[in-house]
């Protein structure tokens, strides 16, 4: 079992930015993928970020390019997510989840691909 804290969120005017942090407990959390995925009221989970097990390989969403930045500390267990120039539709709960290898298979776009979630954390941006 993993468990997963998320913690970061509030509220930020647009340009701003946030550092989001997701606390990992339990089973050795460094051989888990990790991944942000977002979901504002009315719509679906959305992907956002992905980070493999190493910290080698990232991947981030179309919508967030060049905006933010994943990345993770293992001695910590920690993963991190960098919002930048931040705008208003980035408004949302922002999950962190976790993948064991046998999800490695799955697209890591898709939120039936991680074992584990945390509970959210609010990321409300003003215009």
């Known amino acids: 079992q993993v468990q997963l804290v998320e913690s970061g969120g509030g509220l930020v005017q647009a340009g701003g930015s946030l550092r989001l942090s997701c606390a990992a407990s339990?089973?050795?959390?460094?051989?888990?993928?990790a991944g942000w995925f977002r979901q504002a009221p009315g719509k679906e989970r959305e992907f956002v970020a992905h980070?493999?097990?190493?910290?080698?390989?990232?991947y981030l969403g179309d919508s967030v390019k060049g905006r933010f930045t994943i990345s993770r500390d293992n001695a910590k267990n920690t993963v991190y997510l960098q919002l930048n120039s931040l705008k208003p539709e980035d408004t949302a709960v922002y999950y962190c989840?976790?993948?064991?290898?046998?999800?490695?298979?799955?697209?890591?776009?898709?939120?039936?691909?991680?074992?584990?979630w945390g509970q959210g954390t609010q990321v409300t941006v003003s215009s």
């Open positions: 989840a976790a993948r064991s290898p046998q999800y490695y298979s799955g697209d890591y776009r898709h939120p039936v691909n991680y074992d584990y």
């Open positions: 339990g089973r050795s959390f460094s051989s888990y993928a």
């Open positions: 980070i493999s097990y190493s910290g080698g390989n990232t």
